[in-house]
């Protein structure tokens, strides 16, 4: 079964720097994109952050100039590294890769457990 195991998450004091893995195990033919994924409470979940297979990166607008995402094919790794990290970035942060398992298979989004980022003084 394919997991997505998290880790790097922690307590940091503002102006911190943080840096997020995730890191996919199983069999996998594709992974189209990894995306990074954080989650509030009281706050719906908001893409932080995306890599296509073509290396085309996204970042939510808040985290733009901060925030960057990379990611190692022969690992089926992505990272989060998270500079300047400021209180309203503390959350939940998941991280998503859609992934086709075989050839022809449907594609699915698979997720990460979460890792707990707290941005506090």
């Known amino acids: 079964q394919l997991q997505l195991v998290e880790s790097g998450g922690g307590l940091v004091q503002p102006g911190g720097s943080l840096r997020l893995s995730c890191a996919a195990s199983g069999s996998i033919f594709r992974i189209n994109a990894m995306s990074w994924y954080r989650q509030a409470p009281g706050r719906q979940r908001e893409l932080v952050a995306s890599?296509?297979?073509?290396?085309?990166?996204h970042y939510e607008d808040s985290v733009k100039d901060r925030f960057s995402i990379s990611k190692d094919n022969a690992k089926n790794a992505a990272y989060l590294q998270m500079n300047s990290l400021k209180p309203e970035d503390t959350a939940v942060y998941y991280c998503?890769?859609?992934?086709?398992?075989?050839?022809?298979?449907?594609?699915?989004?698979?997720w990460g457990q979460g890792t707990q980022v707290t941005v506090s003084s």
């Open positions: 998503s890769f859609n992934i086709k398992l075989r050839p022809l298979f449907r594609t699915t989004d698979y």
């Open positions: 890599i296509t297979n073509s290396d085309i990166a």
